[in-house]
Each structure stands twice: as structure tokens, then as C-alpha cells.
T-cell receptor, first 110, second 115 residues
Framework: QKEVEQNSGPLSVPEGAIASLNCTYS??????FFWYRQYSGKSPELIMS????GDKEDGRFTAQLNKASQYVSLLIRDSQPSDSATYLC??????????FGTGTSLTVIP | DTAVSQTPKYLVTQMGNDKSIKCEQN?????MYWYKQDSKKFLKIMFS???????INETVPNRFSPKSPDKAHLNLHINSLELGDSAVYFC??????????????FGPGTRLLVL
């Protein structure tokens, strides 16, 4: 079982819709959770981090964490074509090692 | 100024050659990392250094040898390159080691193609 699992997609949403990206992790003791965005041919860039159960909002982005279900998600409201990218979920476990999922490819259709 | 830089950006070489990739960060961070991203976008940590000392050494062939001359630099030397080494190699840095809320900042990547 992989440390972090994501649906690889591709996920397509129309412009203006809500995009929902999901991630599950295997280490119940994981403490920190991150969402990175990676455009094709570019490096990952951090868009959200979350450390406690519940929701965390930043502009059009909302991260949701449920430690009991070992589940973290990212919602993108009012999706724009510029949001088209691969979204990587990352988890920092108790050993302070970062594990990344394989990413979900998102396409926002104008 | 570029926060985390890598050279070269592209590297095309023959099997069996030895090559190095350099990484520098000007963020004043204590911890640096090397990741390998394969064609399926899977990003896997290879090494982590904190204050020039090796902290994490994942299951990586010993053909790969990291070297950290100082806190701001972490280089990756690869001996006897194989076809399977073709990937994008990312360097990253974070402020400290041990804080679970550390954010990693990535370099632009080095695209290695072994022929």
C-alpha cells in the first residue's frame, strides 16, 4: 500500500465550477498535510497546508482534513483555466518524511 | 533572485557515464532534499540533509551520492548512469528539520535523459 494515494484523473470541470480533489494516507500518525500544484514542465509549488481536522480556506481554495478517516481533500471554487495542472497531495509523517501522491490531473474547460 | 536553483536544467547523456547535478538555495534554510519524479509524476524522496549532515537516505542505488559542501548547497552525483535513471530530479529546501509544519520549496528541476 502506498503512503499517499490520489485518483490520477484526469478530472475535467467547466470554468466556474467547483473542482474536488481527494487524497488518502496510510500512516495514522501523520501530522501535516500539503497540497502542491504542478504545471506541466514546472516544479511543484505549495498552495495549501493543513494540520488539524476541519476546513481551512484561502481564497478560492479550501483544504479539508479528516484524520479519523485518513482523508484530505482540496476544493477549488470558481475554477479557472489557469487552475489546469497536476495537484500533488503530500503528507509529513511522524518520522518527518514527506510522502507525495502521484497527483491528480485537473483540466478546467473554458 | 531565484530561491532554489539547479544546474543544469537539461542533461542528455549516454549510459555508463557519470554526471552531477548542482543545487543552491539562498533562503537561509537548514534542510535540503533531492527528489526523483518519474514519467508518471510520482515524486519520491531520495535524500535529505540537515546542516550538511545526511538525515534521510531512502532506498536508492549507491550509484547516487549526495554531497553537501555547506548548508546552501546540495549536489547529486550519479555514477554509471542507466536508462532507468531518466527522470526529473528536483532539489528542495525547508527552514528546519523536525518541525512537522515545514514547507518545502522546490527548485526548477533537472531533466535527465539517459540514452
Amino acid at each position: 500500500q502506498k503512503e499517499v494515494e490520489q485518483n490520477s484523473g484526469p478530472l475535467s470541470v467547466p470554468e466556474g465550477a467547483i473542482a474536488s480533489l481527494n487524497c488518502t494516507y496510510s500512516d495514522r500518525g501523520s501530522q501535516s498535510f500539503f497540497w502542491y500544484r504542478q504545471y506541466s514542465g514546472k516544479s511543484p509549488e505549495l498552495i495549501m497546508s493543513i494540520y488539524s481536522n476541519g476546513d481551512k480556506e484561502d481564497g478560492r481554495f479550501t483544504a479539508q482534513l479528516n484524520k479519523a478517516s485518513q482523508y484530505v481533500s482540496l476544493l477549488i471554487r470558481d475554477s479557472q483555466p489557469s487552475d489546469s495542472a497536476t495537484y500533488l497531495c503530500a503528507v509529513n509523517n511522524r518520522g518527518n518524511q514527506f510522502y507525495f501522491g502521484t497527483g491528480t490531473s485537473l483540466t478546467v474547460i473554458p | 533572485d531565484t530561491a532554489v536553483s539547479q544546474t543544469p536544467k537539461y542533461l542528455v547523456t549516454q549510459m555508463g557515464n557519470d554526471k552531477s547535478i548542482k543545487c543552491e538555495q539562498n533562503l537561509g534554510h537548514d534542510t535540503m532534499y533531492w527528489y526523483k519524479q518519474d514519467s508518471k509524476k510520482f515524486l519520491k524522496i531520495m535524500f535529505s540533509y540537515n546542516n550538511k549532515e545526511l538525515i534521510i537516505n531512502e532506498t536508492v542505488p549507491n550509484r547516487f551520492s549526495p554531497k553537501s559542501p555547506d548548508k546552501a548547497h546540495l549536489n547529486l552525483h550519479i555514477n554509471s548512469l542507466e536508462l532507468g535513471d531518466s527522470a526529473v530530479y528536483f532539489c528542495a529546501s525547508s527552514q528546519d528539520w523536525g518541525s512537522l509544519q515545514e514547507t518545502q520549496y522546490f527548485g526548477p528541476g533537472t531533466r535527465l535523459l539517459v540514452l
